[in-house]
């Protein structure tokens, strides 16, 4: 029984040094705001707490040692990244544009990692159905995504969009990646050879010179090539 005893008091203490150590190392942000290595921190204290409370013939005085030496770093490497621009350019992720004036930025998407789809998820989790309606889209630290709408839309009333919904048109993907999308052709009722000849308008020979373009229903089509020039932050 002594060691079901042990097992007990290791679960309380590290329990509650758990507890004290998360809230001083998050503070009020939650675990999606936190800085890379505070949430590392957080991942090594609870493999560090799990091998003690798993193993009783580890001595606990060395695993609370080990603790307390990873809260230290901790805080060491917290004082760096509030004290040099350097250091905190390294460890955190800086804001990226991911859509300008309506169009998707290849170079930006491909280097966080995210798909065209995702980047399209984003935007409909912020309302935004049609990335023509977009000024900006910017990715930020924690994974969440800003949206700074164009002008035009964001002037609009509840008055206005009220009365306009029945406008609203869904885009839909006719280009991905250079290769053209049949089956959304077939939603919006146009031919290869229309939209080849919408793209030739817009100044490009090829779907393979094309990122990402959607089109709506009332065949306005909007293009997002990949040597698209953007602002940089």
Do not use: C
């Amino acid at each position: 029984m002594t060691i079901y005893f042990t097992i007990a008091f290791r679960v309380v203490t590290i329990m509650l040094i758990l507890l004290i150590s998360t809230l001083i190392i998050s503070g009020r942000r939650t675990l999606d705001q936190l800085p890379v290595f505070d949430f590392l921190t957080i991942i090594v204290i609870g493999a560090i707490t799990g091998a003690d409370i798993a193993e009783p013939k580890v001595h606990h005085f060395h695993i609370t040692f080990a603790i307390v030496m990873t809260y230290l770093l901790q805080k060491f490497l917290n004082i760096m990244h509030l004290k040099s621009i350097t250091f905190r350019r390294l460890t955190t992720f800086p804001p990226i544009i991911l859509v300008q004036d309506g169009k998707m930025i290849y170079k930006n998407i491909k280097s966080v990692k995210y798909t065209i789809d995702e980047v399209l998820m984003l935007l409909r989790q912020k309302d935004i159905f049609n990335i023509s309606e977009v000024r900006y889209a910017i990715l930020e630290p924690n994974g969440e995504i800003s949206i700074l709408r164009k002008n035009s839309v964001q002037t609009l009333s509840n008055e206005d969009i009220t009365h306009s919904m029945e406008d609203v048109n869904l885009s839909y993907t006719i280009i991905l990646e250079g290769k053209l999308q049949d089956r959304n052709l077939g939603v919006i009722g146009i031919s290869k050879e229309e939209t080849l000849e919408l793209i030739q308008k817009e100044g490009f020979n090829d779907y393979k010179e094309i990122f990402f373009a959607s089109m709506d229903k009332k065949k306005n089509i909007y293009i997002s090539p990949y040597n698209f020039e953007w602002d940089h932050i």
